[in-house]
């Protein structure tokens, strides 16, 4: 059993920046993906970006260019630098493990970002 958990959020004036950080409360061995996902309210959780064991991400459209995915598989973590915040970028924002055919997820921690 994995759990994740989430720290980092708060409130930011638009144009800021915001760090988040995800611990897994155990090593991780082999094959997997950790990621970073949102749920603003009213809407259904989306993808933000993803990062493989190995290095390699993925980043949805929105926020290409302005946040950035990266882990140590040392410490189990995995981080989003999030700059030029948007009032739009608003949410609770979600940690994931997808190890094999286990899923794991944070708790959540929300980011509000004010015009």
């Known amino acids: 059993q994995v759990q994740l958990m989430e720290s980092g959020g708060g409130l930011v004036q638009a144009g800021e920046s915001l760090r988040l950080s995800c611990a897994a409360t155990?090593?991780?061995?082999?094959?997997?993906?950790m990621g970073w996902y949102r749920q603003a309210p009213g809407k259904q959780r989306e993808l933000v970006a993803t990062?493989?064991?190995?290095?390699?991400?993925n980043y949805v459209d929105f926020v290409k260019g302005r946040f950035t995915i990266s882990r140590d598989n040392a410490k189990g973590t995995v981080s989003l630098q999030m700059n030029s915040l948007k009032p739009e970028d608003t949410a609770v924002y979600y940690c994931?493990?997808?190890?094999?055919?286990?899923?794991?997820w944070g708790q959540g921690t929300q980011v509000t970002v004010s015009s």
């Open positions: 994931k493990l997808t190890l094999g055919v286990l899923t794991y």
């Open positions: 155990r090593s991780i061995f082999g094959t997997n993906v």
């Open positions: 990062i493989t064991n190995g290095g390699s991400t």
